[in-house]
């Protein structure tokens, strides 16, 4: 369980050994999806997410630290609760496919705010595209048509079959159109779907094709750049758009236009101004933040004619949330391993002391160090 004493010693970690942080890697997340099953992960993820919204005013946010570079950005995001603090290191570099890499890739942390002590150490790659999906099927349950099962994915990438299935098993999407630039990246998304129980996958030939007639548009382009993939003229009556793709200064996918027409939705104003699509709106355009229509504090989705947008940039809450399941998940099931990320000390006092080793580890510590050398000057020979 998560500590629940602020300001006090917790007895939490007594129970299995002292300081021990709990490491999360791809291969552990896998495997909790494989005993929980998807659906239900992201039916409870989808729950945590709603409850933290909902008590948006007891965080401590900040808009992201980003460092912005040709090739794309680094961002550091906190966040905390007064029991919790987390964090998450993530990049976005659009090119990274040509050298074998993801376009976003991404580790964080959770730790315990008495302490300060780390609870956990998780890969963030896929549990970003989890907790991304599934805020955008959250924002379009309140702000879709009740009567939505069509959408339309243009960007067939690494967060299309997120998206597919969290709107699929949270908003009811019985049909996808699905289109990318790249016929390899929709032939992709196609295999991974063919199996999916009640999904229809069908491919279109163009953007204006996808979302031709589609109940939700989601937009999940990775090019950074201004970008106008959805026009004015491809926008129905009653159509809620999900914009994922524009996420930091300079990269968007929806025409001004568009905008304007839309009752734009955003997670953290200060930073969706900087970042998101409405960065190219005046500073005064009006948007409202989803947590106040989760809690029933500002309306959605009016009538059915309505065009709703959410301007999804990804925001530290959402990490927090994330990390807060996995934890909890991983804990109960005995998935990750504990490592010792902290030193462990006779005396609190004495950190210099964790500099000395004893000397069985200190012969393995420089066989290791020779092994490394020795391979090191072998590579340079050949």
């Not at 794309?72 to 090119?95: S, T, W």
């Not at 699905?178 to 163009?206: E, H, Q």
């Not at 953007?207 to 026009?231: C, E, H, N, P, Y």
């Not at 804990?331 to 990320?341: S, T, Y």
Request: with cysteine.
């Amino acid at each position: 369980m998560l500590p629940s004493q602020p300001g006090s010693c917790p007895t939490r970690f007594s129970s299995h050994h002292p300081f021990h942080t709990r490491w999360v890697v791809p291969a552990d997340l896998a495997r909790l999806v494989a005993h929980e099953g998807l659906a239900r992960v992201m039916r409870d993820l989808g729950d945590i997410l709603l409850a933290d919204f909902r008590r948006w005013p007891q965080f401590d946010k900040v808009a992201r630290v980003a460092a912005h570079s040709d090739d794309g950005v680094i961002e550091l995001m906190p966040i905390a609760d007064g029991r919790l603090h987390a964090f998450k290191y993530v990049n976005g570099h659009p090119g990274n496919g040509r050298c074998g890499m993801p376009t976003v890739m991404a580790f964080g942390g959770l730790a315990d705010v008495a302490t300060g002590f780390p609870l956990l150490v998780s890969e963030m790659t896929i549990a970003t595209a989890l907790r991304t999906a599934v805020t955008s099927a959250l924002a379009a349950r309140a702000l879709a048509r009740a009567d939505a099962r069509t959408m339309a994915i243009v960007g067939n990438g690494a967060q299309s079959e997120f998206q597919a299935l969290a709107f699929h098993t949270l908003s009811g999407i019985r049909t996808l159109r699905v289109f990318d630039v790249d016929p390899a990246a929709t032939d992709k998304l196609c295999a991974n779907l063919a199996d999916t129980p009640g999904l229809d996958v069908v491919r279109a030939a163009s953007v204006a094709d996808a979302v031709a007639g589609a109940d939700i548009v989601s937009l999940l382009t990775a090019d950074k750049r201004r970008a106008t993939v959805l026009t004015d003229a491809m926008v129905e009556p009653g159509m809620h758009i999900n914009a994922v793709g524009g996420d930091c200064p300079g990269k968007t996918e929806v025409a001004p236009e568009v905008l304007r027409r839309a009752s734009v939705f955003v997670e953290y104003a200060p930073q969706s101004r900087i970042e998101g699509e409405i960065q190219q709106m005046p500073a005064d355009f009006p948007v409202t933040e989803l947590w106040s229509v989760f809690c029933g504090a500002a309306p959605g989705r009016s009538d059915a004619a309505q065009i709703t947008l959410f301007d999804s940039v990804g925001f530290a809450l959402e990490d927090f949330s994330v990390l807060r399941y996995l934890y909890d998940a991983c804990e109960r099931l005995d998935i990750g391993e504990r490592v010792r990320l902290v030193p462990e000390l006779r005396d609190p006092r004495d950190l210099y002391g964790a500099l000395r080793v004893d000397s069985s580890a200190g012969a393995t510590a420089m066989a290791v160090a020779a092994a490394i050398a020795g391979a090191t000057a072998t590579a340079a020979v050949t």
